[in-house]
């Protein structure tokens, strides 16, 4: 483990959210985080209407970012936003979840 540790400074995943259930993506944020040998970020790309999904965030905020577009401004572009987010932490691997 140790090994992997220092293969993979960091991973970082992008989520684009479009009026999701809370509950689910809860699931998901708990199972990316789960494995602590490798530091990770995670950004939070929100197409929905409102930003009701901000409390996401504010579970874990030195390790969530959170970015609302007021509108859905589609998958692909959403996740280009995190991808150029995602690339100021020079990670050794992105996820696109």
Known sequence: MNSM???????????????SKPDIIRDVITSFFSDT??????????????????VLQEERPADIQ???????????????????EAARFNPSYHLIL
């Open 66 to 84: 959170y970015f609302f577009n007021n509108r859905n401004i589609g998958f692909g572009s959403a996740h280009n936003i995190g991808i150029r």
């Open 5 to 19: 540790k220092s293969a993979c400074s960091i991973i970082t995943a992008s989520i684009v959210l479009y009026k």
């Open 37 to 54: 040998v490798t530091k990770k970020k995670l950004i939070l790309i929100d197409n929905s209407p409102t930003d009701s999904l901000r």
